[in-house]
Antibody, heavy 122, light 109 residues
Framework: EVQLVESGGGLVQPGGSLRLSCAAS????????MNWVRQAPGKGLEWVSY????????YYADSVRGRFTISRDDAKNSLYLQMNSLRDEDTAVYYC???????????????WGQGTLVTVSS | EIVLTQSPGTLSLSPGERATLSCRAS???????LAWYQQRPGQAPRLLIY???SRATGIPDRFNGSGSGTDFTLTISSLEPEDFAVYYC??????????FGQGTKLEIK
């Protein structure tokens, strides 16, 4: 059974930093690309970042580029999101999501964790 | 960047009825790169449909996706109590941005 378990969320002041983790199990983690997606309270979904299974290709949403860093440790079956210079508008539940590629090379998200809440407030 | 607009914002129906949810894109979606997700209260999103019309693993056949170009539809043929949730469409591709619609809330009438 595929499982993704996020951790590391909490309350942080504006300008502060936080590191999120996502522990994966039930599949060969090193074979899959991964994503972070967030959801502000009462709002919709926003894709944040993607990392290829090889770790060689990384993408960020414009809203977080230069402040957030995605990484992975295949030996630990773990995905990470280092968040720096946090802003009020970064307050959200952060989900890790496994990427799948369809027949035409498009990337969608087939399994999601339960999320971890990040609150940025003074 | 493609903007997705979902309608209606809220849909009130009874169990057993048919639900039709719409997702309109601001420009044509390449190669049917369109997915649908269900999110129940307090839960993570769950993949229902990818590639416009392919059901994900374990998804009941009452869920059907259709459409092309800029207009896409998720149809639930006969609503079960567990289907009342928020539904999001998403356009994806070989590279970002991966954008979501604002969601349609399906509530019990």
């Amino acid at each position: 059974e595929v499982q993704l378990v996020e951790s590391g969320g909490g309350l942080v002041q504006p300008g502060g930093s936080l590191r999120l983790s996502c522990a994966a199990s039930g599949f060969t983690f090193s074979s899959y690309s991964m994503n972070w997606v967030r959801q502000a309270p009462g709002k919709g979904l926003e894709w944040v970042s993607y990392i290829r299974n090889s770790g060689t290709i990384i993408y960020y949403a414009d809203s977080v580029r230069g402040r957030f860093t995605i990484s992975r440790d295949d030996a630990k079956n773990s995905l990470y999101l280092q968040m720096n210079s946090l802003r009020d508008e970064d307050t959200a539940v952060y989900y890790c999501a496994r990427a799948r590629t369809d027949l035409y090379g498009g990337i969608y998200f087939d399994y999601w964790g339960q999320g971890t809440l990040v609150t940025v407030s003074s | 960047e493609i903007v997705l607009t979902q309608s209606p914002g809220t849909l009130s129906l009874s169990p057993g009825e048919r639900a039709t949810l719409s997702c309109r894109a601001s420009q044509s979606v390449t190669s049917s790169f369109l997915a649908w997700y269900q999110q129940r209260p307090g839960q993570a999103p769950r993949l229902l449909i990818y590639g416009t019309s392919s059901r994900a693993t374990g998804i009941p056949d009452r869920f059907n996706g259709s459409g092309s170009g800029t207009d896409f539809t998720l149809t639930i043929s006969s609503l079960e109590p567990e289907d009342f949730a928020v539904y999001y469409c998403q356009q994806y591709g070989r590279s970002p941005p991966y954008t979501f619609g604002q969601g349609t809330k399906l509530e019990i009438k």
